[in-house]
């Protein structure tokens, strides 16, 4: 019975377990299929109509801050419902 032995190496020398993968190539628009293409021109206009909606509220005056709580129907900061 013959082992090989185990291979020392210098720390210069160690060999690289990183597996070089190149980036995904980005996708254009035109190359999504029609249905992606319809839900991100539908989401772009929801976006759009939220972003109306609060650049049409009054502005607050000693407020909590940031942004509007309710901006996307959302009660909720950090997790915790808020009674305001």
């Known amino acids: 019975m013959t082992e090989k032995p185990t291979p020392s190496y210098s720390s210069t020398e160690v060999p690289s377990l990183k597996v070089e993968t190149a980036a995904p190539a980005k996708r254009n628009f035109e190359d999504l299929p029609p249905a992606a293409q319809r839900a ?27 942004l509007e709580p309710t901006r996307y129907d959302d009660w909720e900061i950090k997790g915790l419902t808020v009674d305001f």
Not at 46 to 62: C, F, G, H, S, Y
């Open 40 to 66: 991100l021109r539908e989401a772009e206009e929801r976006r759009r109509l939220i972003d109306a909606k609060q650049q049409a509220l009054p502005e607050e005056v000693n407020g909590r801050g940031g």
